[in-house]
């Protein structure tokens, strides 16, 4: 299993493409804003020669969701994020308004997830873990072959998603990364949505918000 990073759009936002030896891959928050983010997104794929079978959302802020239009126009694929987080797309454009980004809102057309769904790409699956609290449709993405999990805001390196947005839940989210994250094997490699990867065996350790 590959994985490569991009960092985009003016809230920097990590944009994982994810592929196996078959060259089918996985695109997860494309989150890419301007024109070159957009031809640096396309080019990669493009020289590695893979093929866009999925395009997942973590979750529906709008930062996530601001390469939603261009990527699911380039590569003819409706979106995938949780039932919980649907709804967003819808208010994208209103919210990040706020943090003075003007975008449009992204196609409200999309393909539900939920928990226990596997997205299949070549000989690979991602699982689909459901952890509310960030959002109420906040899930991970987690490849059992290479122990990769790729989790939005759920988790990020010594901290946790922010749960005072509309639909937080600081509760909801400790107890669904206790039950659900910390759970896998501590050599999980943890790809969070902004900011640097970590393992679950390093954030079991030393994670001041999961003691
Ligand atoms: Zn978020
Ligand atoms: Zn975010």
């Not at 699911?72 to 943090?99: C, E, P, Y």
């Not at 947005?165 to 050599?187: A, C, Q, V, W």
Request: glycine share 10%.
């Amino acid at each position: 299993m590959k994985i490569k990073k991009f960092t985009f759009n003016p809230v920097s936002v990590n944009a994982y493409l994810l592929w196996d030896e078959t060259k089918e891959a996985v695109l997860i928050d494309p989150a890419c804003f301007y024109p070159a983010e957009e031809l640096e997104l396309s080019r990669f794929i493009e020289n590695e020669g893979l093929k866009i079978v999925h395009i997942l959302n973590t979750h529906g802020h709008f930062d996530h969701l601001m390469g939603n239009d261009f990527a699911t126009t380039k590569w003819n694929l409706k979106v995938k994020i949780h039932s919980g987080d649907a709804f967003m797309a819808g208010q994208a454009r209103q919210d990040a308004v706020f943090f003075g980004i003007t975008m449009k809102n992204p196609a409200s057309t999309s393909e539900p997830l939920s928990e226990g769904d596997l997205i299949r790409f070549g000989n690979s699956s991602l699982r689909v873990i459901h952890v509310p609290g960030h959002s109420p449709g906040s899930v991970a993405f987690y490849e059992n072959g290479d122990k990769l999990l790729v989790v939005g805001d759920i988790l990020f390196e010594g901290s946790v998603g922010r749960t005072d947005l509309p639909g937080g839940s600081h509760e909801l989210l400790i107890t669904g990364i206790k039950e659900k994250l910390l759970t896998l094997d501590d050599e999980v490699v943890v790809y969070p949505g902004h900011g640097g990867h970590t393992t679950i065996g390093w954030e079991k350790r030393t994670n001041p918000y999961l003691k």
